[in-house]
């Protein structure tokens, strides 16, 4: 799929960005201290971190509502990375569910089917925090920990270009809707949004 992108002449080297709305897209690969621990040290052995690109923003921005209209971003390319967690036989199962900003991960039906377990509910805020090393409200799918599954609408994967968190408040991930199914254990899941 192609997807929309600018040129840029970085360190005398072209280099091909991907962009969303009047966001300033950078390498990521370049720009490593504007994510997350975690998410640098998943990026630096991503084979796709090259299509990826860094967008420093006002933190104050971060929430969904205010980034998509500070930047003119359409919520149908915005992603959210929400963290739900349920049990069976007292095997607690974490799952990441990235969903369109214009829809809810269904987590009552489809999350606990996935998951197979009688109840999901959102993991709270202090061990979202804790356990996947982000900011909360800056939470993205690269990086989280590998035993954690990683469910990714497909509705998601058909957008030229995706908006995700980086891990901090102060930046975002663009990345192709086609690269988010190369995410390490990456299951693409039909109406993960409702």
Known sequence: MEWP?????????????????????LPVLEH???????????LRSWPYAEQVAVCEIDPGLADTAALTE????PLGAS???????GARAGDERIAA???????RADVNTLVRRELD????????????VEESGMEYGGI???????QWRLLVDAALTAEAVVCVGSGLRRSKLLIPGAVLAHL???EVVEGLGR
Request: with cysteine.
């Open 70 to 73: 500070a930047f003119d971003l």
């Open 32 to 42: 490593l201290d504007l994510v997350a621990a975690p998410t640098a040290e998943a």
């Open 79 to 85: 992603g959210n990375c929400v963290l739900v967690s």
């Open 184 to 186: 390490p254990g990456a």
């Open 140 to 146: 993205t799918p690269v990086g989280l920990p590998q």
């Open 5 to 25: 992108r600018c040129r840029i002449v970085l360190y005398g080297e072209e280099v091909t960005l991907p962009v969303l709305g009047a966001l300033i897209s």
């Open 117 to 128: 377990v009688r109840k999901a509910s959102f993991l709270p805020m202090d061990r979202a």
């Open 97 to 103: 569910c990235v969903v369109p900003a214009s829809t």
